[in-house]
């Protein structure tokens, strides 16, 4: 009991994310007669959202080295949708080179911003307040101001529709997609054995480890909470495919943020950029790869979001940028850069879109929503910067004397 408890203090901030998640999403399910949980619903969450956990994977990339953010996202994804939209609909481009284009658009527009970030040293508010506006003004361009429609199935493939059912004949509890439960049990076996393989190195190499008993009520929990997920999808039509490529990007990153050298200079580089330079990160560049990064996500997050509207619209990715700052910042992420994670990010992620799809469900307005969701947004920093300065306040008897006051200062008599 007492590593238990240990184990939430230590990860209080996290914990606290979760309950408040768990706590909305029990409220809303309440609130809206058990229609948020229902297996359409479910369904539907993931496809309005697979775009705004894209942009805050890699919004939290660019926050991580100092607090920067990126205000362009939301016109990039219109400007890359614009792009495909005019290489497919308008010109009769081949879909999977049309892609493929639009990701190396993405990077050249990443390499233009991080450029003038990185080695210009211009603000990145400034620089990306600025491709906002060149990229919206782009998309208008690149569009005339019309909406193109619609894109053939082939383009559509990759992030819309759901996985079929491979074992048509089994019907598994009644569900309509099989497939999906032996997904989630599949997803939860490996979740497990990764956990156990991890506590065991971690134990031989004599780190700290929490008790066995944490680590088991942890797996139960999460793989619990897996399995009623694909077993809900199940009973509608199955896994989204967008799906695939949002839990191909949270692992990718997950990864490149917590086993990586790269990973941790990017931690050090948001903790004191002085210090890491001096250390031998090349903060330099590290900066710049973080906004080729973040631009290359939102290249995606521009096709996932076309393929899902059918169209390419001039009006696409307004307050994009709004929405997966949000996110990062919900999920735990620091407003002087140096902390957050990609699984708080998709907890903050999540508490966005059950606030949008449960308001939506009763019938709120769009004006009470956006009160809601900015109050959501000024509470999650205030309760993370409120927390720094009690911390500094209980440590600061130990941080030495206090400097003296000019008139206390000696005189050297020379």
Not at 288 to 298: G, K, P
Not at 367 to 393: T, W
């Amino acid at each position: 009991m007492s590593s238990l408890w240990t184990t939430l203090r230590n990860n209080l901030r996290q914990y606290m994310i979760l309950l408040a998640l768990l706590a909305i999403i029990i409220a809303f399910q309440l609130m809206t007669n058990g229609t948020l949980l229902k297996p359409m619903n479910v369904s539907n969450l993931i496809f309005q959202n697979a775009y705004v956990v894209i942009l805050a994977v890699g919004m939290l990339m660019c926050i991580l080295t100092g607090g920067n953010i990126d205000l362009s996202v939301g016109s990039v994804v219109a400007l890359i949708g614009a792009c495909a939209g005019t290489f497919i609909i308008s010109w009769g481009w081949n879909s999977h080179l049309t892609i493929l284009l639009c990701l190396l658009i993405g990077l050249a527009i990443g390499a233009w911003q991080g450029f003038w970030i990185a080695y210009a040293r211009i603000p990145a508010f400034i620089v990306t307040l600025s491709g906002m506006l060149v990229f919206r003004g782009l998309t208008l361009i690149v569009l005339g101001g019309l909406t193109l429609a619609p894109f053939p199935s082939d383009f559509l493939a990759y992030s819309t529709g759901y996985i079929p059912d491979l074992f048509p004949g089994m019907s598994l509890f009644g569900l309509r997609n099989s497939t999906s439960l032996l997904i989630g049990v599949l997803l939860a076996i490996i979740y497990c054995i990764s956990q156990m393989r991890g506590w065991i190195w971690r134990k031989k190499k004599a780190y700290e480890v929490e008790s066995p008993w944490v680590l088991l009520l942890k797996m139960v929990i999460v793989s619990a909470a897996v399995i009623w997920l694909f077993y809900t999808l199940g009973a509608y039509r199955g896994v989204p495919k967008v799906l695939i490529i949002v839990g191909i990007i949270l692992i990718a990153y997950s990864y490149f943020t917590t086993h990586t050298v790269m990973g941790r200079h990017l931690y050090a580089l948001g903790g004191n950029e002085k210090a890491a330079r001096l250390s031998g990160v090349k903060t330099t560049q590290l900066l710049f790869l973080a906004y080729v990064n973040m631009a290359f996500l939102a290249s995606i997050a521009g096709i996932v979001f076309s393929a899902r509207l059918n169209s390419a619209s001039p009006q696409a990715g307004q307050s994009f940028e709004l929405d997966a700052i949000a996110a990062c910042f919900i999920g735990g992420a620091s407003a002087y850069g140096g902390i957050g994670t990609v699984g708080g990010t998709l907890i903050g992620a999540m508490i966005m879109g059950v606030l949008n799809n449960g308001m939506s469900i009763m019938g709120i307005s769009s004006n009470v929503q956006q009160v809601v969701k900015g109050l959501v947004l000024l509470g999650a920093v205030a309760f993370d910067v409120l927390g720094k300065q009690r911390m500094q306040l209980r440590f600061l008897p130990f941080f030495g004397r206090r400097a003296p006051k000019p008139q206390e200062s000696v005189k050297l008599e020379g």
